[in-house]
């Protein structure tokens, strides 16, 4: 059985998703979900589900010994951010080395970076009057939304598009490829 590690700080439809998904999967097992947010939904669902959860702040997350302790003690094989708002420190990328990722809702290069989540991403997509989006699945490494892509899915941008029917189209992406990313890099 391969264990996974799901973080994040926001509303968790993906790690919803994901949980789901995996719940009485043979080989694959949500083992984890940390967050930084002590509100963040995610914390609801990891409950409902009977999946341990972990609130860490930045310091915590920053500190090897209390990060490697808590992942050891659930035999994690795989991080996997979803909607995580910090910086993974270098000591994860180290000890998961490509073993952690990140989903983007965007097509990166294109709106990455510190600051590009949630409607912004998609704000930006309109302003820019890009003709196309989607999502990215990307390896995580030390700078935001910039690892090697292992995935990108396209979503047609409409002229009535706004960002929040946007986020909707993007989303519907995420939760159907993100789990067969995981899968895949399992296998
Ligand atoms: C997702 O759309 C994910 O792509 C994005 O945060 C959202 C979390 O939503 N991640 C980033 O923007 C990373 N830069 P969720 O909490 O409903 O899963």
């Given at each position: 059985m391969k264990h996974i590690a799901i973080f994040a700080s926001g509303n968790g439809?993906?790690?919803?998703?994901?949980?789901?998904?995996f719940a009485n999967h043979p080989e694959i097992r949500v083992a984890l979900v940390l967050t930084n947010n002590p509100s963040a939904?995610?914390?609801?669902?990891?409950?409902?589900?009977k999946i341990i959860s972990a609130i860490v702040n930045k310091n915590s997350l920053n500190k090897e010994e209390v990060m490697m302790k808590v992942l050891n003690a659930q035999k994690i094989d795989m991080i996997v951010l979803a909607g995580?708002?910090?910086?993974?420190?270098?000591f994860?990328?180290?000890n998961f080395p490509k073993k952690i990722?990140?989903?983007?809702?965007?097509?990166?290069?294109?709106?990455?970076?510190?600051?590009m989540y949630g409607l912004k991403v998609h704000q930006a997509v309109l302003a820019?009057?890009?003709?196309?989006?989607?999502?990215t699945i990307h390896y995580v490494?030390?700078?935001?939304?910039?690892?090697e892509i292992l995935l990108q899915k396209k979503v047609v941008v409409d002229?009535?598009?706004?960002?929040?029917l946007l986020s909707a189209k993007v989303q519907q992406l995420e939760h159907e490829w993100y789990v067969k990313a995981i899968e895949d890099l399992l296998r």
């Open positions: 439809t993906n790690a919803k998703a994901i949980i789901e998904h939904g995610v914390l609801k669902i990891a409950h409902e589900h995580f708002l910090q910086l993974i420190p270098a994860l990328l180290q990722i990140n989903i983007h809702p965007a097509l990166l290069p294109k709106h990455g970076g510190k600051g820019n009057k890009d003709t196309e989006t989607g999502i490494n030390e700078v935001y939304d910039d690892g002229p009535n598009d706004t960002a929040e």
